[in-house]
């Protein structure tokens, strides 16, 4: 059984940090993308960052980067997405989704996961 458990979300004030993580289980990692998605009240599910299992490639929405920076620890099976200089546009809950047949032109694209957590909510006070 497949499962993504994400922790570390909170309430923090617009310019500090956070760092999520999603321990996966039941998945044989290797050739999965990993990725982390956003849902803000009101609006759609969004992509925040991704990372291939085996390479360690990774991919950023325009609006993180260079602040979000995602990363993966293989002996804990867990991804972290570390969360810098936040703002309270990135108020959302953030979700851990990952799949095995995700290509790179679709990396950012949530449809194309099947497996998702229960999702963590990030609130940034201004």
């Known amino acids: 059984q497949v499962q993504l458990i994400e922790s570390g979300g909170g309430l923090v004030q617009a310019g500090g940090s956070l760092r999520l993580s999603c321990a996966a289980s039941g998945l044989t990692f290797s050739g999965y993308a990993m990725a982390w998605f956003r849902q803000a009240p009101g609006k759609e599910r969004e992509f925040v960052a991704a990372i291939a299992w085996s390479s360690g490639s990774t991919w950023y929405a325009d609006a993180v980067k260079g602040r979000f920076t995602v990363s993966r620890d293989n002996a804990k099976n867990t991804v972290y997405l570390q969360m810098n200089i936040l703002n309270p546009e990135d108020t959302a809950v953030y979700y851990c989704?990952?799949?095995?047949?995700?290509?790179?032109?679709?990396?950012?694209?949530?449809?194309?996961?099947?497996?998702w957590g229960q999702g963590t909510q990030v609130t940034v006070s201004s």
């Open positions: 989704a990952a799949d095995s047949s995700v290509n790179v032109l679709r990396i950012r694209m949530s449809n194309k996961y099947y497996y």
